[in-house]
């Protein structure tokens, strides 16, 4: 089935950097725009950075522009977050996403994984 | 950016009830906007897209309505599984931004 597990969290601390991990399986990960989103304790959902299946076109989040870069190996169906100079700010579950195919749903998530906790603490 | 605004941030109900949840955009979004559910300790379950079309698998008693800036998410009939925090999204343009979330707690 159409699954999608994070790993690669854990507890590190400010400045330091910290790589994110997310397996694809079930579908066609090189066709699909893939996602980062997070979610800090008891607070909502904030979106992180979305690239395109050819690796061509990345956009971030404004709180994450220049220290966070995502990228993607497809014959390896595996989405990636590196997360540098991090913060407390960046305390978060991560989820990885995958953009919906169909053209009213390209730019929502239709599937998402369990999400990997990233604890920043000194 | 563009802002999403959720009201009310808490909403009580009972099993049965037709509930209706709001989400504003500080810009016009076109339909560019998707609903999502979460409960505790889960990743967030997409419900609507395209501000109205159903995700497949989801109950019939969800809907979504609106266009521009101004949406609404209905219950028709309150479910015991359906107490949750529910979000939008706009995905207009980039950076896609979130409401803040209302839970839906039992009255």
């Known amino acids: 089935q159409v699954q999608l597990v994070e790993s690669g969290g854990g507890v590190v601390q400010p400045g330091t950097s910290l790589r994110l991990f997310c397996a694809a399986s079930g579908f066609t990960f090189s066709r699909s725009p893939m996602h980062w989103v997070r979610q800090a304790p008891g607070k909502g959902l904030e979106w992180v950075a979305v690239?395109?299946?050819?690796?061509?076109?990345?956009t971030y989040a404004g709180s994450v522009e220049g220290r966070f870069t995502i990228s993607r190996d497809n014959p390896k169906n595996t989405l990636y977050l590196q997360m540098n100079s991090l913060t407390v700010e960046d305390t978060a579950v991560y989820y990885c996403a995958r953009e919906g195919y169909s053209s009213g749903k390209a730019g929502a998530q239709d599937v998402w994984g369990k999400g990997t906790t990233v604890i920043i603490s000194s | 950016d563009i802002q999403m605004t959720q009201s009310p941030s808490t909403l009580s109900a009972s099993v049965g009830d037709r509930v209706t949840i709001t989400c504003r955009a500080s810009q016009s979004i076109n339909t560019w906007l998707a609903w999502y559910q979460q409960k505790p300790g889960k990743a967030p379950d997409l419900l609507i897209y395209k501000a109205s079309s159903l995700e497949s698998g989801v109950p019939s008693r969800f809907s979504g309505s609106g266009s521009g800036t101004e949406f609404t998410l209905t219950i028709s009939s309150l479910q015991p599984d359906d107490f949750a925090t529910y979000y939008c999204?706009?995905?207009?343009?980039?950076?896609?931004?979130f409401g803040q979330g209302i839970k839906l707690e039992i009255k």
């Open positions: 690239i395109s299946p050819d690796e061509k076109i990345k």
């Open positions: 999204q706009q995905y207009d343009s980039y950076p896609s931004t």
